[in-house]
């Protein structure tokens, strides 16, 4: 709970005079608000005692209509400063959350589900400012007016009614302790089933198409009516305790409202206080009614907002195991030498290294290709020198500088990346396209498509490069989507170039025209490349095949046939599943021609 208030502290501090502007306010609008019922008594007692003149009534009455100004432009500025100052504080956390979740390694969104941090930035974030803003309200709004409404309860009217009065608010008070440690765990069961609801509902909307192509949209309403069950039961657990503690409230506030009708009815009665204090007494009454469910309403807000912060602050505990530290500095420049010493890496949670003791010499300008079956390594070894994952010291070095050295930001700004997902924002292909840049340069977008042979294409859409792609990229095709991000990686013009097998979803004559033009415009840059298909890296200056993450085999493509070992074996059975489909389709195309002709000659 210390750290809690603690951490929230720290926003509020940056906002203190708000808070102070807005607290000072809300003690004159509660200064002026007491005065009302008195006065109202004063009114009563004048007309009954026939004490009270015309002008003396237009005199009060004008005193009632600048205490409802005062009122009123009170109201106003105290929700302007306080609601205001908790607003901000919920977009500063946000910003904060953001900026860190921007900081953390790959490997924790491996571990941790979208739909959970999408909670905490929305009904997490909701929470906390609701806790800050009207709870902290409604609890000094509170406190003042129940200590100015008793005062003059007593002073005003009668000490005797008073106490009276206050015994059953007293079991208000003790109540409302042993609510609010109640509600507590409620309300975190149920932020907690809303995260994975939530999280439920982002899962099956990005996979749609894998459900549909599976026909499994029943068994996924089966299993989001369980998940919305559970939602429904926590937040249940919550409304039956309200359920239950609101109407008690009720009928202990009506308790009160009782004891001042028959021992107040008998005081006014007997004399011992006037018909306008009775009155008045009575408007106290209901005036203390709100402190008491105000209580109530700030310990829900608190207790709510007490679990969300923990589960904001449990964002901010994970500390990004990848950043700059004391020996990084940063270089002149980046030319683009590799070099893999020994290097070899073990994934958490994993009892096998995915790479092993691999050792490569790449000078800038070499264009490296990697080869190798599923699993073996490829993309752990370029994540590698993006320092998405850390490496011992001396295991990968770029112009002889320990990657461990090199500033994150300088590191990655020199090295373009296609990856294999081919991610596309929901936004323009212009937008996209230039993502990597800081200023969009329309000549060298439409050169770095023309690159990536998807300039034309682009041209075709109605919209052209204003063209909105649907999230991911979902409005375009495979080849679209690749192209569009081999674009946007040459846009950068880094002296490296990764490209992830960003050419498995194009043509072969496409695909022909793309490595032609990279040679072009990469020449004396590094460019990686890692594929499936042989046809894509037989050109590479050199060639790099993996094997349970080792490199069994290195050189260029007439070195690595001659050695007839994997490369030789993966060229051939490649070229033997291109003769056989070759083969297939002349056997179509005759079959259809056959077809033809026969229903040809049956017309005749």
């Given amino acids: 709970m210390r750290d809690s208030f603690r951490f929230i502290l720290q926003y509020i501090k940056r906002h203190r005079f708000q808070y102070a502007a807005g607290i000072f306010t809300l003690f004159i609008v509660d200064f002026a608000n007491i005065y009302i019922p008195r006065m109202t008594g004063t009114i009563t007692d004048g007309l009954t005692d026939h004490t009270l003149d015309w002008n003396g009534i237009l005199l009060c009455l004008l005193q009632l209509f600048l205490l409802g100004l005062t009122l009123a432009i009170g109201r106003f500025f105290w929700r302007f400063f306080l609601f205001g100052a908790a607003r901000s504080i919920e977009m500063e956390i946000r910003n904060d959350m953001f900026a860190h979740l921007e900081k953390m390694d790959v490997e924790y969104y491996n571990e941790h589900k979208t739909g959970d941090l999408m909670t905490r930035f929305t009904s997490d974030l909701n929470s906390v400012r609701m806790a800050i803003g009207p709870a902290i309200i409604s609890i000094f709004d509170a406190t003042v007016m129940t200590v100015m409404v008793l005062f003059q309860m007593m002073y005003y009217v009668d000490v005797t009614l008073t106490l009276l009065v206050l015994i059953p608010m007293a079991v208000i008070c003790i109540g409302e302790i042993y609510y609010g440690k109640i509600i507590h765990p409620r309300y975190k069961a149920r932020q907690e089933a809303v995260s994975d609801l939530t999280d439920f509902v982002q899962e099956s909307f990005s996979g749609v198409r894998v459900i549909k192509a599976f026909v499994r949209e029943r068994s996924q309403m089966r299993e989001f009516a369980l998940a919305n069950g559970n939602t429904m039961e926590k937040n249940l657990a919550v409304v039956r305790l309200n359920a239950i503690v609101i109407p008690l ?159 994150l930001k300088m590191l990655r700004e020199n090295i373009a990346y296609v990856p294999q997902d081919n991610f596309l924002f929901s936004d323009t292909l212009k937008s996209n396209i230039a993502f990597g840049v800081e200023e969009e ?18 041209i075709e859409f109605p919209d052209g490069y204003e063209t909105i792609v649907g999230e991911r990229g979902v409005t375009l095709s495979g080849g679209q989507k690749q192209r569009s991000s081999i674009a946007r990686a040459l846009m950068k013009d880094a002296p490296i170039l990764i490209l992830d097998d960003a050419l498995s979803a194009v043509d072969t004559d496409t695909e022909e025209h793309i490595l032609q033009n990279l040679k072009k415009i990469r ?82």
């Fill in 441 to 458: 340069s329309m000549e060298q977008i439409i050169k770095a498509s023309e690159a990536a042979c998807i300039h034309e294409n682009i």
């Fill in 523 to 604: 020449a004396g840059k590094t460019t990686i490349l890692i594929a499936h298909r042989i046809s894509t890296i037989q050109n590479a200056d050199v060639i790099m095949v993996l094997e349970d993450g080792e490199a069994r085999e290195i050189g260029n493509h007439h070195e690595l046939m001659a050695l007839g070992g994997i490369y030789k074996d993966m060229f051939e059975k490649q070229q033997l599943e291109a003769a056989i489909g070759e083969k297939r389709a002349a056997l179509q195309k005759d079959l259809e021609e056959t077809a033809e002709t026969r229903k040809g000659g049956v017309h005749a």
């Fill in 249 to 407: 409230l009720d009928v202990i506030i009506g308790c009160s409202t009782l004891i001042t009708l028959i021992f107040g009815g008998y005081l006014a009665l007997t004399g011992q206080i006037t018909l306008g204090r009775f009155v008045a007494f009575n408007q106290y009454i209901n005036m203390l009614v709100w402190p008491m469910l105000a209580c109530g309403d700030a310990i829900n807000m608190f207790s709510q907002g007490g679990a969300s912060i923990r589960r904001i602050q449990e964002v901010f505990a994970q500390q990004p195991e990848i950043h700059d530290t004391e020996e990084t500095k940063a270089y002149p420049s980046l030319k683009g030498n590799i070099t893999f010493s020994h290097l070899t890496f073990l994934h958490k949670g994993m009892s096998e290294p995915t790479l092993k003791d691999i050792n490569l010499e790449v000078p800038a300008g070499t264009t490296l290709a990697i080869i190798g079956r599923t699993g073996n390594g490829k993309t752990t070894l370029v994540n590698l020198l993006l320092h998405l994952y850390n490496t011992k010291p001396g295991m990968i070095l770029l112009d002889g500088h320990d990657i461990n050295t090199i500033p």
